[in-house]
Nanobody, 123 residues
Framework: QVQLVESGGGLVQGGDSLRLSCAASGLAFSSYTMGWFRQAPGKEREFVAALNWSGRNTDYADSVKGRFIISRDNPKNTVNLQMDSLKPEDTAVYYC????????????????WGQGTQVTVSS
């Protein structure tokens, strides 16, 4: 059974940093592209960042480029999202997801999903 478990969310002030982690089990982790998505209240789930299986290729939404960094540790089956210079508009539930392809940001390309972790940024 595949499990993706996010952690690290919380309430912070604008300008602060947070580091999200996702622990994966039940899948060949090093074969998967790993991604982060987010969903704010009343909005559709949107792509945030993705990292291919080796970690050499990354993709970021324009809204987070230069502020967020995605990384992975294949031996530990974890993927992280370092979020700096947080803004109130970053407030959302953040989801970790796994895909067998790289380069397609659509949610339907990601086969496995975590349950999400809440990030709230106050102004």
């Amino acid at each position: 059974q595949v499990q993706l478990v996010e952690s690290g969310g919380g309430l912070v002030q604008g300008g602060d940093s947070l580091r999200l982690s996702c622990a994966a089990s039940g899948l060949a982790f090093s074969s998967y592209t790993m991604g982060w998505f987010r969903q704010a209240p009343g909005k559709e789930r949107e792509f945030v960042a993705a990292l291919n299986w080796s970690g050499r290729n990354t993709d970021y939404a324009d809204s987070v480029k230069g502020r967020f960094i995605i990384s992975r540790d294949n031996p530990k089956n974890t993927v992280n999202l370092q979020m700096d210079s947080l803004k109130p508009e970053d407030t959302a539930v953040y989801y970790c997801a796994a895909s067998l392809s790289y380069g397609d940001r659509r949610t339907r390309q990601f086969k496995y999903w975590g349950q999400g972790t809440q990030v709230t940024v106050s102004s």
